[in-house]
Nanobody, 125 residues
Framework: QVQLVESGGGLVQAGGSLTLSCAAS????????MAWFRQAPGKEREFVAV????????YYADSVKGRFTISRDNGKSTVYLQMNSLKSEDTASYYC??????????????????WGQGTQVTVSS
């Protein structure tokens, strides 16, 4: 199995930027589709972005499209989430997740067997 550890969260003003990182260990990183999800207090976990094994395909939630960018470095076994133009509604715990497949339900949390512990992002208005 693969172990995932997120970092890079913090407090930022609205309009600012943050880059989250998720370091993987334990298995060959390039065997996994990687995604970011987030969960705000009192809300369900929601899909943010996903990237394919080689990085050639990405997909974003409408709420972050044009502001967030997902990328990966297979040599470093790390996936990133660059977040720009942050809004107060982006405040949440952010989780990276890994799956061995890319199917029609790739935006669903149930598709991902491996999860990190999360990193908190707080956007002040």
């Amino acid at each position: 199995q693969v172990q995932l550890v997120e970092s890079g969260g913090g407090l930022v003003q609205a309009g600012g930027s943050l880059t989250l990182s998720c370091a993987a260990s334990g298995r060959t990183f390039s065997n996994y589709v990687m995604a970011w999800f987030r969960q705000a207090p009192g809300k369900e976990r929601e899909f943010v972005a996903v990237i394919s094994w080689s990085g050639g395909s990405t997909y974003y939630a409408d709420s972050v499209k044009g502001r967030f960018t997902i990328s990966r470095d297979n040599g470093k076994s790390t996936v990133y989430l660059q977040m720009n133009s942050l809004k107060s509604e982006d405040t949440a715990s952010y989780y990276c997740a890994a799956s061995t497949s890319w199917r029609a339900g790739v935006m669903g949390a149930i598709e991902y067997a491996y999860w990190g512990q999360g990193t908190q992002v707080t956007v002040s208005s």
